[in-house]
T-cell receptor
Framework: GIQVEQSPPDLILQEGANSTLRCNFS?????LQWFHQNPWGQLINLFY???GTKQNGRLSATTVATERYSLLYISSSQTTDSGVYFC???????????FGDGTTLTVKP | GAVVSQHPSRVICKSGTSVKIECRSL??????MFWYRQFPKQSLMLMAT?????????EQGVEKDKFLINHASLTLSTLTVTSAHPEDSSFYIC???????????????FGNGTRLTVT
């Protein structure tokens, strides 16, 4: 099956700092999503981005499908950004997504 | 937007009992739903694909007799953990593609998950 690698595994930032999270995948995909899992376990859909670039407020994401990676940018980080960020990809044409191991982000005040 | 509702959010049960978890698509129809399991500090692992009107498809290593899945309508899938044991304690979360006809190129929408504790 497809392999999904996220880096870094852990990231600690001071409030206000910027960060880049990376997701590499081993095969071409038809779906790619970025999620934020909050401390209560809820998965918040950040971006649906199989290719191209999208922005939503302080967050933006870029997927370069031909090179099999995606980046999530967080600018001016806030303590509420803390949590685990997952990249999930689908190459099955059946809607099944494979998750990376996540990046645990801690933003300190 | 597409909303997936999952119930209950938390359940504590005794070893040997069965627990049913419901997953509903509230404002769209889903012929396919997916069930994931997440152990503490780990990623989400796909357990099975729930198919409306037909049998579920289980991932390798997932016991179909242990985790019974029923997709009785276009808006409801249920996961029943039978004869639960402490090692089944986990976070279970369902998802559904946002569009009915083209599940392979639609974003997934997730329920809020069910935290199961078996004592």
């Amino acid at each position: 099956g497809i392999q999904v690698e996220q880096s870094p595994p852990d990231l600690i930032l001071q409030e206000g700092a910027n960060s880049t999270l990376r997701c590499n995948f081993s095969d071409s995909v038809n779906n790619l999503q970025w999620f934020h899992q909050n401390p209560w376990g809820q998965l918040i859909n950040l971006f649906y981005i199989p290719s191209g670039t999208k922005q939503n407020g302080r967050l933006s994401a870029t997927t370069v499908a031909t090179e099999r990676y995606s980046l999530l940018y967080i600018s001016s980080s806030q303590t509420t950004d803390s949590g685990v960020y997952f990249c999930a990809v689908d190459n099955t044409n059946a809607g099944k997504s494979t998750f990376g191991d996540g990046t645990t982000l801690t933003v300190k005040p | 937007g597409a909303v997936v509702s999952q119930h209950p959010s938390r359940v504590i049960c005794k070893s040997g009992t069965s627990v049913k978890i419901e997953c509903r698509s509230l404002d769209f129809q889903a012929t396919t739903m997916f069930w994931y399991r997440q152990f503490p500090k780990q990623s989400l692992m796909l357990m099975a694909t729930s198919n409306e009107g037909s049998k579920a498809t289980y991932e390798q290593g997932v016991e179909k007799d242990k985790f019974l899945i029923n997709h009785a309508s276009l808006t409801l899938s249920t996961l029943t953990v039978t004869s639960a044991h402490p090692e089944d304690s986990s976070f279970y979360i369902c998802s559904a593609p946002g569009q009915m006809t083209t599940s392979y190129n639609s974003p997934l929408h997730f329920g809020n998950g069910t935290r199961l504790t078996v004592t």
